[in-house]
């Protein structure tokens, strides 16, 4: 195999093809990557059994041919490489990477021994890749990392017949929003088509994806494995869904919240990282929604306290409510708008407080149109 290809398009390939591999992988050939070298360019791929990821590039192929790298060295290569084409030729075992006066020389895998990446089945629907993009970025905070549990450590996707919802939740915090679907012809034949994707892929495929356009999506089922795969700009993810039923979240979402206040979302961002500043960890700061604004207060240690009030405009009765900060800041973090809607749920008990729910709000008076919402369950109440 030989051929020439321009350094940054060669790097970013590389580094594409390697950011979903895992940094330790019990076989060491699946952290390679597998160059395929043809008459219309180079095709880069990396599989694990769980997530692929392949890319075509643009490439002077002098021979054609197949060869499997160590994915992550390569990748550092490319990145480090001078301002000038890249040359790589094998020999044997052996791989020769050339740029302007370096050279490296690198040992193949066997490439017979890799397996075969998965193919992709009819397109199930198209979405934009921006709102895709940040649709993502507010859902996944709320995924659980807790692999005890793979079935929360997913973004569950729910395709309507033109909609797009994506819903996750760590038991403690729900985040859910909808965003547009095209489902081309397919769509309506059928009920809702869910799928459970893994946070981490989602969020990469998220970044990777997000100025592409438009994303294609394909949901697949084949030899009692399911999976997704996700193409834009010559390039394609897959990842093997996550098997189990999903709770069902959406239905601790209230119908109507008559009680909530409204108040500006950085200085809410400001004073909860402010007054943070003296808990111990895992502590709850205690909010108290008033007539008057709302009233910040951390009991740390013994050694400090603090406090914080900023103007809130209440509807509905005076709140104490005490919630952990960073759970806040992920979802205040989220709702992309200039003020923030908090919202008060009732249970039947008096004394505890229901979850809160967070919204965007485009102005003092008006409801934010975002579809995202953020349910945060409140710690006990503070004494």
Same mark, same amino acid.
């Given at each position: ?132 993009? =940040? ?70 495929v998220g970044k990777t994806f997000g100025h ?26 897959t990842s093997l869904l996550i098997k189990g ?38 502590? =709850? ?26 103007? =809130? ?71």
């Amino acid at each position: 195999m030989k051929f020439q290809v321009n350094r940054d398009v060669f790097s970013e390939a590389v580094s594409f093809a390697v950011k979903l591999l895992p940094q330790r992988t019990t076989l060491p050939i699946l952290s390679g990557v597998l160059i395929q070298a043809n008459a219309d360019g180079l095709v880069l791929s990396s599989f694990d059994y769980e997530v692929s990821s392949q890319t075509e590039i643009q490439a002077d192929v002098e021979e054609p041919g197949t060869v499997l790298v160590s994915g992550r060295l390569l990748a550092e290569i490319a990145g480090r490489l001078p301002n000038a084409p890249v040359r790589v030729a094998t020999e044997e075992s052996r791989i020769s990477v050339s740029c302007g006066s370096a050279s490296f020389t690198l040992l193949s895998m066997p490439v017979e021994e890799y397996p075969s990446i998965p193919e992709i089945g009819e397109q199930s629907g198209v979405v934009p890749a921006e709102e895709f993009s =940040a649709a993502v970025a507010q859902v996944a905070v709320a995924a659980s990392r807790d692999d005890v549990t793979p079935v929360i450590t997913g973004v569950q996707l729910e395709v309507r017949e033109n909609s797009l919802g994506l819903v996750a939740t760590d038991r403690y915090r729900v985040a859910v929003r909808e965003i547009d679907w095209d489902g081309g012809t397919v769509a309506g034949e059928s009920e809702a088509v869910t799928a459970l994707v893994p946070a981490r892929t989602l969020q990469e495929v998220g970044k990777t994806f997000g100025h592409s356009g438009t994303i294609s999506v394909a949901i697949t089922s084949r030899d009692d494995r399911e999976l997704i795969a996700f193409s834009a700009d010559k390039k394609t993810v897959t990842s093997l869904l996550i098997k189990g039923n999903f709770p069902p979240v959406r239905r601790l979402f209230p119908e109507t919240v008559d009680n909530y206040a409204v108040m500006n979302t950085a200085d809410l961002i400001e004073a909860t990282r402010r007054v943070a500043l003296v808990l111990e960890r895992e502590a =709850a700061l205690r909010y108290s929604f008033t007539a008057d604004g709302l009233t910040l207060e951390a009991i740390g240690s013994e050694q400090a306290q603090a406090s914080e009030s900023i103007d =809130a405009i209440l509807t509905g009765d005076d709140t104490v409510v005490s919630l952990k900060p960073q759970f806040l800041l992920d979802g205040l973090g989220a709702v992309h708008s200039e003020f923030v809607r908090i919202s008060f749920t009732k249970t039947e008990n008096p004394n505890k407080p229901g979850p809160v729910l967070i919204t965007s709000q485009s102005s003092r008076e008006q409801a934010g149109a975002d579809s995202y919402r953020y349910l945060l369950q409140p710690n006990l109440l503070l004494r």
